[in-house]
C-alpha cells in the first residue's frame, strides 16, 4: 500500500473546514479530478459515497464509508472500488491560532497489476493539489478571520 499524509493550514474555524469536507456531493465543483460524487445511503455521522474520478489515464468509480467525528475528523474506509484493492483515510483538523491545521491521511492499494510506483505517485503527488483546492474553496467561503 501507498500511504501519505501531508498538513496545511486552512484560515477558517474547524467547523467551517468539517462543513466542506463532508459536503461530498460537492467535491466536482472544485477538485477538478472528481467528475461525480453521490451520498448512496447514510445515517447521523455515516455515509457511504460513490466517487467517479479521472485519473488521466482512466475515469475509475469507487464507494468510501465515510464516518465523521465532528468537528475534528473524518475517517473512511473502502467499501468497492475499480483498480482499487484498499482505500482508507483520514482528515485530522485541530484548531490553531491561524485557523485549522488540516491534516489528510491515506493508505492506498490499487489493483495487482499497478506498479507500486504508481500507488505512490496517486498517494503522494496529487495530495498538495488536493489541499490547496480544498483551502482555496473553504477560504473563499469564509471571511478572513480576526
Given at each position: ?14 467547523e467551517k473546514v468539517?462543513a466542506v469536507i ?25 455515509k457511504e459515497v ?97
Amino acid at each position: 500500500m501507498a500511504k501519505a499524509e501531508r498538513s496545511i493550514v486552512i484560515n477558517a474555524p474547524p467547523e467551517k473546514v468539517f462543513a466542506v469536507i463532508t459536503d461530498y456531493e460537492k467535491y466536482p465543483e472544485f477538485l477538478p479530478e472528481v467528475k461525480k460524487a453521490k451520498v448512496e445511503f447514510g445515517a447521523g455521522n455515516v455515509k457511504e459515497v460513490t466517487y467517479t474520478v479521472d485519473l488521466k489515464a482512466k475515469v475509475i468509480t469507487y464507494t468510501l464509508k465515510h464516518t465523521a467525528r465532528p468537528p475534528d475528523e473524518l475517517a473512511w474506509t473502502m467499501v468497492r472500488g475499480e483498480m482499487m484493492k484498499g482505500n482508507d483515510g483520514a482528515w485530522i483538523l485541530k484548531a490553531v491560532p491561524e485557523g485549522t491545521e488540516a491534516t489528510y491521511k491515506i493508505d492506498l492499494k490499487l489493483g495487482a497489476l499497478v506498479p507500486s510506483m504508481v500507488e505512490r505517485m496517486l498517494a503522494e503527488q496529487s495530495l498538495p493539489g488536493l489541499l490547496t483546492n480544498f483551502k482555496k474553496r473553504i477560504e473563499s467561503q469564509n471571511p478572513r478571520m480576526a
